[in-house]
């Protein structure tokens, strides 16, 4: 059963534009959203966090959108950078201990 | 600080042998995960433990798969006998709590089963 489903499976984009990665989630007990980043041969490392409460949130060139009613939110990458080119994945938790679901990941290239 | 060490690094074993796997978290994060991910999807939690305590394990396998956290410290995975569909990377992640807190991921273990 897949609880969070991500879109799209792979982005190509040229350096400076703003990749766009969507997720969606049908537990309404989820209450913590968390991005991973993940390159090769290597494991996943938080990027950026959101809880329902906030609708939006910003760290250095990312963003979390997030929209508690449609039960959606998305990452943008102001200015993307080669240096971004990698695998993301978005999550979602609940529960006191936290269980996190990824979603299937995105696999994000950007050309310089 | 260091960060979630595992190992081995990669592993080539035969279906219907055993193979295991461990990790050692950062210390003093109480809750340790181990994660399954197979090539092209998003990691699954296999078992999630707090201190040495299982919180979850609820998409274990636990016919062929089982894990052991070692006085709250250490842990090791097991897998036995593999079957060629465990081929995947094992990751271990460790955080402070489960409670919102950031899991740091260790680089995995590479499973090929032939």
């Known amino acids: 059963q897949q609880q969070v489903k991500q879109s799209p499976q792979s982005l190509i984009v040229q350096k400076g534009g703003i990749p766009i990665i969507n997720c969606a989630y049908e537990n309404t007990a989820f209450d913590y959203f968390p991005w991973y980043q993940q390159f090769p041969g290597k494991g996943p490392a938080l990027l950026i966090a959101i809880r329902p409460d906030v609708s939006e949130k910003k760290e250095g060139r990312f963003t979390i959108s997030f929209n508690k009613s449609a039960k959606q939110f998305s990452l943008h990458i102001m200015d993307s950078q080669p240096g971004d080119s990698a695998t993301y994945f978005c999550?979602?938790?609940?529960?006191?201990?936290?269980?996190?679901?990824f979603g299937t990941g995105t696999k994000l290239q950007v050309i310089p | 600080e260091a960060g979630v060490a595992q190992s081995p690094r990669y592993k080539i074993i035969e279906k219907r042998q055993s193979v295991a796997f461990w990790c050692n978290p950062i210390s003093g994060h109480a809750t340790l995960y181990w994660y399954q991910q197979i090539l092209g999807q998003g990691p699954k939690l296999l078992i999630q433990?707090?201190?040495?305590?299982?919180?979850?394990d609820s998409q274990l396998p636990k016919d062929r798969f089982s894990a052991e956290r070692l006085k709250g410290v250490d842990s090791t995975l097991k897998i036995q006998p593999a079957k060629l569909e465990d081929s995947a990377v094992y990751l271990c992640a460790s955080s402070l709590s489960g409670a919102g807190t950031e899991a740091f991921f260790g680089q995995g273990t590479r499973l090929t089963v032939v």
């Open positions: 433990f707090q201190n040495n305590g299982v919180v979850d």
């Open positions: 999550a979602a938790a609940s529960g006191g201990y936290q269980k996190v679901t």
